[in-house]
């Protein structure tokens, strides 16, 4: 992905120089763990869909993000492995251990 910043100063003859609002803080994403909230995640099963909840952002200055994606990782004894068996509505384990989904997001000011 490529970003690009520009600063626009001057619109149909309207100045738009001097004070501008700096947001260098991240946005907030808020996983949608439904009836397991603050209660242990159900157990996965090798080779059966296991559900990734769903996500929303929130920028304390810009309000609504970019919609939230997430990465999938197996992490076995040899550190984090990147799982690529993903489906619409979850991800499908390949074998035992601990998988870890990774949320992201960023505001339009690119945090």
Known sequence: MTNAN???LNVDGQDLSGEFTKDLTAPNISVNSGEYLGRELPKGVVNVEYP???ATTYDL???KCVEPSFVVYYNGANGK?????ITEKGFIPSKVGQYIVEYSSFDYFGN
């Open 52 to 54: 990734i909840f769903g």
């Open 6 to 8: 520009l600063m626009v």
């Open 81 to 85: 492995e990147r799982c690529f068996d």
């Open 61 to 63: 200055v810009c309000g």
